[in-house]
């Protein structure tokens, strides 16, 4: 099984460092051209199944890859990037000094939350019978991704990267586990 992530396409939110949290905001022109190249990117790929996020901006990334591609899509609400409440919309680095990540508001998910609610899903797809996945998704729920697979704690989270449109590649091995065989991939950007 080989299992692709990929987070969404650029936003104005991106550009202007906002947190989106569920905030359902669209692709912007650079997002749609991310989404485009991307999809290029995974045309030489034999997708089974594309799992995205319902959110738009994710949705939209995962309709361009598969229109290179007659794969079923799977939209879900497990996928979506950490619900962030009050903080969404709000500039990056002055929300960060604000948000206490061991006591959130009862609309914010704490990192614990959102790594349960990506690994209970992981675990589900790869018992499928799929051979190539695609997972469309944010930076929060790629991150828990890539946790996922490396078998690395959220607490180290931090010192993988996942820009817009950026691919990892996950291959599991005879015995079970997975391996990383592409990170953090935006060469289909230049």
Same mark, same amino acid.
């Given at each position: 099984?080989?299992?692709f992530?990929?987070r969404?396409?650029?936003? =104005?939110?991106n550009?202007q460092?906002r947190l989106?949290?569920?905030?359902?905001?669209?692709?912007?022109?650079?997002?749609l051209?991310q989404?485009?190249?991307i999809?290029l990117r995974? %045309?030489?790929?034999k997708?089974d199944a594309i799992?995205?996020?319902?959110?738009?901006?994710?949705?939209?990334?995962?309709e361009?890859? &598969?229109r290179h591609?007659?794969?079923?899509i799977?939209?879900?609400?497990v996928?979506?990037?950490?619900?962030?409440?009050?903080?969404?919309?709000r500039?990056?680095e002055?929300?960060l000094?604000e948000i206490?990540w061991d006591h959130?508001d009862p609309?914010?998910e =704490? !990192?614990?939350?959102?790594f349960a609610?990506?690994? %209970?899903f992981?675990?589900? !797809?790869?018992a499928?019978?799929?051979?190539?996945?695609?997972?469309?998704?944010h930076?929060? %729920?790629i *991150?828990a991704?890539?946790?996922y +697979?490396l078998k690395?704690p959220?607490?180290?989270r931090?010192? +993988?990267?996942?820009? &817009?449109t950026a691919?990892h590649c996950?291959?599991?091995?005879?015995?079970?586990? +997975?391996?990383?065989?592409?990170? &953090?991939? *935006?060469?289909?950007?230049?």
């Open positions: 099984m080989k299992i992530t990929v969404h396409g650029q936003t =104005d939110w550009l460092r989106q949290g569920h905030t359902d905001i669209p692709l912007n022109e650079t997002g051209e989404a485009r190249r999809g995974l %045309s030489v790929e997708i799992y995205t996020s319902d959110l738009i901006r994710a949705s939209k990334t995962a361009a890859i &598969n591609h007659n794969a079923e799977f939209t879900t609400t996928l979506r990037e950490a619900s962030l409440g009050k903080y969404e919309g500039i990056i002055e929300a000094h206490n959130v609309d914010e =704490d !990192v614990v939350a959102v609610r990506i690994h %209970s992981l675990d589900e !797809v790869t499928k019978p799929h051979k190539n996945v695609v997972i469309v998704g930076y929060g %729920s *991150m991704s890539i946790c +697979f690395v959220a607490d180290q931090r010192k +993988f990267q996942v820009g &817009n691919i996950f291959e599991r091995d005879g015995d079970g586990t +997975f391996r990383m065989t592409i990170e &953090n991939e *935006m060469k289909h950007l230049d």
